[in-house]
């Protein structure tokens, strides 16, 4: 069962562009009485494009929002992408999984596949490699840095078909690019359909693992596959 918050009214937009701009609108919300009860923040709330930060020019105030929302019992959504910008020396995330091997692979198995969408040059997780993917996103959930100590959040997983900003078949990775199941390398065009699925997977579990198991997680996931009702 879906968290019974995801039922009610949520407000989204593409372009909320900082933390005063989303805090004039719910200000508007309370003085006309229109109920809300989660406020959704796209990727111009990120540093360069880089998720799970925020941009410290223009949210730097964002922890005050945050905690208005929790002290009113509402919520909020932020959005998490598989790709990573790459080569930023003080990007901690996209650092992790390149330490760790986590990062989908050229046709040769050996070199990080980058190719550009919204920061620019980016890595994508392989998110096949579902357990050592896991392990890694179950941290980055736990960033207070980001989250802040709040717990009343969900996560949007978009771009997961996985998007391409290059000119490539079907603005997706290449079919022939290489994935990593824990035992096997395995090519994308075996496991396209299901990339989405897996990052979801990752993505629910790393917020269970944070709630304890006490609060049910709310995703939404853009690329799905059966099943992804159950995680």
Known sequence: MAPIWAFWYHHCRWGFQSDEDVTNVINKFDELKIPYDCIWLD??????????????????????????LNDNKRFFVTIIDPHLKANEESYDIANKL???????????????????????????????????????????????????????????????????????????????????????????????????????KVAFNSLLNRFNNKIRPFILTRSYYAGCQKN
């Open 43 to 68: 990727i111009d709330h990120t540093d360069e494009k880089k998720y799970f930060t925020w941009n410290p020019k223009t949210f730097g105030g964002i922890k005050n929002f945050l905690k208005r």
């Open 98 to 200: 390149k330490e760790n091997d986590c990062l989908v692979k050229e046709n040769n198995t050996s070199v990080n596949y980058v190719a550009n969408c919204w920061p620019g040059p980016s890595y994508y997780g392989d998110f096949i490699n579902y357990d050592k993917l896991l392990t890694q996103y179950k941290a980055f959930f736990k960033k207070e840095g980001y989250f802040m100590n709040f717990n009343n959040f969900g996560t949007w997983v978009d771009m997961n078909e996985p998007a391409v900003f290059d000119d490539t078949y079907e603005k997706s990775m290449p079919k022939t690019n290489m994935h990593y199941d824990g035992k096997n390398f395995i090519e994308h065009r075996e496991v396209h359909n299901i990339y989405g699925y897996y990052y979801q």
